[in-house]
T-cell receptor, first 111, second 110 residues
Framework: ETGVTQSPTHLIKTRGQQVTLRCSSQ?????VSWYQQALGQGPQFIFQ???????GRGNFPPRFSGLQFPNYSSELNVNALELDDSALYLC??????????FGPGTRLTVL | GEDVEQSLFLSVREGDSSVINCTYT??????LYWYKQEPGAGLQLLTY?????DMKQDQRLTVLLNKKDKHLSLRIADTQTGDSAIYFC??????????FGKGTHLIIQP
């Protein structure tokens, strides 16, 4: 059974640029959630996708958007990057409301 | 205040038991989770409990829930150097996502 994978591992961007992060869910899971973890903090919920639709969102602006594909993999897109967007971005997959399993994360640095 | 609160640091001797504590504010029925994060890594799910349970045991891990005080604890028996990590308490799930505490750094003394 393959776990949750994320790409890329690390990414460096400059302010104002756009970035796309990718996540492959664990086999058998149909739901993907994205979290932002700033240094020294707990993860903060960005949004969740179920059956290719966004079905829940945390307190993040619209420049954070996403997609889920028919194979349940997902993308997180961030437009107009700001310095405060520098963080570890974590993807978690689950079967519906069941427990969430996390990937290793993508470390984004915005200069 | 924060929805989920944890102490930032806990130091224990190798071989002793570690008890990591968490308090939360929302009293609605929900799942409560413990995750472990090692340096530079993602989160590993350790265990979880539903809010109508009092206790759950899984090998070296024991979760205790005091619903009246909204207090959750994770006990790690016979703590080893490999247990050194940040431990996160989280609640919720589903479309509202998980709400995490800031994490407790567990430091193991030889």
């Amino acid at each position: 059974e393959t776990g949750v994978t994320q790409s890329p591992t690390h990414l460096i961007k400059t302010r104002g640029q756009q970035v796309t992060l990718r996540c492959s869910s664990q086999s058998g899971h149909n739901t993907v959630s994205w979290y932002q973890q700033a240094l020294g903090q707990g993860p903060q919920f960005i949004f969740q996708y179920y059956r290719e639709e966004e079905n829940g969102r945390g307190n993040f602006p619209p420049r954070f958007s996403g997609l889920q594909f028919p194979n349940y993999s997902s993308e997180l897109n961030v437009n107009a990057l700001e310095l405060d967007d520098s963080a570890l971005y974590l993807c978690a997959s689950s079967f519906g409301r069941d427990e969430q399993f996390f990937g290793p994360g993508t470390r984004l640095t915005v200069l | 205040g924060e929805d989920v609160e944890q102490s930032l640091f806990l130091s224990v001797r190798e071989g002793d038991s570690s008890v990591i504590n968490c308090t939360y504010t929302d009293s609605s029925s929900t799942y409560l989770y413990w995750y472990k994060q090692e340096p530079g890594a993602g989160l590993q799910l350790l265990t979880y409990i539903f809010s109508n349970m009092d206790m759950k045991q899984d090998q070296r891990l024991t979760v205790l829930l005091n619903k009246k005080d909204k207090h959750l604890s994770l006990r790690i028996a016979d703590t080893q150097t490999g247990d050194s990590a940040i431990y996160f308490c989280a609640k919720g799930g589903g479309a509202d996502g998980l709400t995490f505490g800031k994490g407790t750094h567990l430091i193991i003394q030889p």
